[in-house]
């Protein structure tokens, strides 16, 4: 290296490591995330223009980790090594959900069902995706079951399989979720009507639906929380607000 000229990659790798440890990913940009889980597959050399070009070529942090095997070994400086790391995170990740769910976990906010729920929704980022969860009589969710992915309104989406997924576990009350693939929280109106079948349903077999979550790449929208559509879960009719 020439006198003088720095060398803006030293200790880079460290530093990587040590904000992670320090604050995990929050915060931290696509690439630089890419940066460390390819560190696990190249060991030496600089990955940082490997994560930039793997995101030009995908798209988006979730199209890498999505990517086939084949796919990813087309970008210059990416090893079998690298792919298998990349491509390990979301079963890893799911396996991390499976093994959770056993636990029996108690969310005490929305929040925190939506930050549980992201990654099953980010595992198939381009469409959407209904789960159910199902919780005891002590809010303890004793089961999350993917009921369809698709439209929530399409044909796809079976009430009949929900309501079986709710009577096998022997729910006391559950939360719908969906996702809104690069969309706005806010519901369309087959959701509201799908909405307000299941809360039919639900109280047929003596069930409450407690929430119908709507989840973007964003955030989140509660609608049993909207005060437009609230009504929904208590089997009321709709409050005019423009009066």
């Known amino acids: 290296m020439a006198e003088g000229k720095v060398n803006i990659h030293k200790d880079h790798r460290k530093k990587v490591k040590d904000r992670f440890f320090e604050c995990g990913f929050t915060g931290m940009p696509d690439h630089n995330v890419l940066e460390a889980i390819l560190f696990l597959g190249i060991p030496q050399k600089d990955t940082n223009p490997i994560a930039h070009e793997l995101i030009d070529t995908f ?3 979730s199209g890498v980790l999505e990517a086939k095997k084949s796919d990813l070994l087309k970008i210059k400086g990416m090893t079998e090594s690298a792919a298998f790391a990349i491509m390990s995170y979301l079963p890893v990740n799911r396996r991390y959900i499976e093994s959770l769910q056993k636990k029996k ?3 005490e906010t929305n929040d925190e069902i939506v930050d549980f729920l992201r ?3 980010f595992e198939k980022s381009t469409i959407e995706r209904v789960f159910v969860l199902c919780f005891d009589s002590k ?3 004793i089961a999350c079951r993917n009921i369809c992915d698709g439209d929530i309104s399409s044909a796809l989406f079976d009430v009949r399989e929900l309501t079986r997924v709710v009577l096998e576990v022997n729910a006391q009350k559950i939360i719908v979720a969906h996702s809104h693939p690069h969309g706005v929280a806010l ?3 087959e959701d509201i009507s799908t909405t307000k079948l299941i809360y039919e349903m639900m109280k047929f077999i003596k069930v409450h639906l407690d929430d119908h979550l709507i989840v973007t790449d964003t955030g989140y929208m509660s609608m049993a ?3 437009h559509y609230t009504h929904i879960f208590h089997g ?3 409050i005019n607000f423009d009066e």
Request: net charge positive.
């Open 187 to 189: 519901p369309s109106r």
């Open 225 to 227: 929380k909207s005060r």
């Open 105 to 107: 976990p108690v969310f």
């Open 236 to 238: 009321l009719e709709p």
């Open 59 to 61: 798209g988006s942090f």
């Open 119 to 121: 990654p099953l929704f």
């Open 139 to 141: 809010n303890r969710m």
